[in-house]
C-alpha cells in the first residue's frame, strides 16, 4: 500500500542552522505531495505542497522538490528560527478510487531550535 | 475565519461511558475527516464523508462511529470508551475529491479514557 517515511526524530539545531528532513514515498501511481506543520497545542496546517514530478513548493523560506526518480520529498530550510519549533509531517494524497481521495501521513519529525 | 472548529478541547472520560465530538467547518467544503494522532504513530483516518450522508470507514474505524447531517458539520461518537481511545482528535476538511487538494485541520481534542 500507500506509505510515507520521514526521518525520525527529535532534531536539535541552533539557530540559524540549516534543516534538512528527509522523506520518501511508495505510492501506486503518481501522488501530491505536502508537508504539514504542527505548532505546540495546535492542529496541522500546510506548509508547502508539490503536484507532479520536479514542482519545487516553497513556503516561509522552507522548500522541498518533488523527485519522482527518488520517490523523496524532502524538506529544507537554509536558516532556521526559535519560531520553526514544531512537529513536521510528510504526506502524500492519492486517488483511492472514483472521486475519493487519502491523505496518507509520515510518522513526523520533531524539529527543535534553540536560540 | 473560523475554519475548522472543534468541540470540546478537552474531555476526561471513564472506561465505558459514551460522548460525542462535534466539528464543524464554514468554508462550504464537501469532504471532512476524522484522524487520531498518538506518539510516534502520525495521523490515522478513522472516518471520512463525502458529502451530507455520506460517511465511509478510514483506516481505524473500530469503536467509534460518525455522522453527516449537514454540509458543515460531522460528528465523532464514541459509544463505549476504552483506554486504547485516549488520543488527541483532530477534523479536517477539504474542498473536494482532488489529490492536489490540501486539508484544512482544526486544532484538536484531547481526550483521555480512565
Known amino acids: 500500500g500507500d506509505s510515507v517515511t520521514q526521518m525520525e526524530g527529535p532534531v536539535t539545531l541552533s539557530e540559524e542552522a540549516f534543516l534538512t528532513i528527509n522523506c520518501t514515498y511508495t505510492?501506486?501511481?503518481?501522488?501530491?505531495l505536502f508537508w504539514y506543520v504542527q505548532y505546540p497545542g495546535e492542529g496541522l496546517q500546510l506548509l508547502l505542497k508539490?503536484?507532479?514530478?520536479?514542482d519545487k513548493g516553497s513556503n516561509k523560506g522552507f522548500e522541498a522538490t518533488y523527485r519522482k526518480e527518488t520517490t523523496s520529498f524532502h524538506l529544507e530550510k537554509g536558516s532556521v528560527q526559535v519560531s520553526d519549533s514544531a512537529v513536521y509531517f510528510c504526506?502524500?494524497?492519492?486517488?483511492?478510487?472514483?472521486?475519493?481521495?487519502?491523505?496518507?501521513f509520515g510518522k513526523g519529525t520533531l524539529l527543535t531550535v534553540n536560540p | 475565519n473560523a475554519g475548522v472548529t472543534q468541540t470540546p478541547k478537552f474531555r476526561v472520560l471513564k472506561t465505558g461511558q459514551s460522548m460525542t465530538l462535534l466539528c464543524a467547518q464554514d468554508?462550504?467544503?464537501?469532504?471532512m475527516y476524522w484522524y487520531r494522532q498518538d506518539p510516534g504513530m502520525g495521523l490515522r483516518l478513522i472516518h471520512y464523508?463525502?458529502?451530507?450522508?455520506?460517511?465511509a470507514k478510514g483506516e481505524v474505524p473500530d469503536g467509534y462511529n460518525v455522522s453527516r447531517l449537514k454540509k458543515q458539520n460531522f460528528l465523532l461518537g464514541l459509544e463505549s470508551a476504552a483506554p486504547s481511545q485516549t488520543s488527541v482528535y483532530f477534523c479536517?476538511?477539504?474542498?473536494?475529491?482532488?489529490?492536489?487538494?490540501?486539508?484544512?485541520f482544526g486544532d484538536g481534542t484531547r481526550l483521555s479514557i480512565l
Open positions: 479536517a476538511s477539504s474542498p473536494q475529491g482532488y489529490s492536489n487538494q490540501p486539508q484544512h
Open positions: 505510492a501506486t501511481g503518481y501522488p501530491s
Open positions: 508539490a503536484t507532479k514530478a520536479d
Open positions: 504526506a502524500l494524497s492519492l486517488n483511492s478510487g472514483g472521486s475519493n481521495y487519502k491523505l496518507t
Open positions: 468554508m462550504n467544503h464537501e469532504y
Open positions: 464523508s463525502v458529502g451530507e450522508g455520506t460517511t
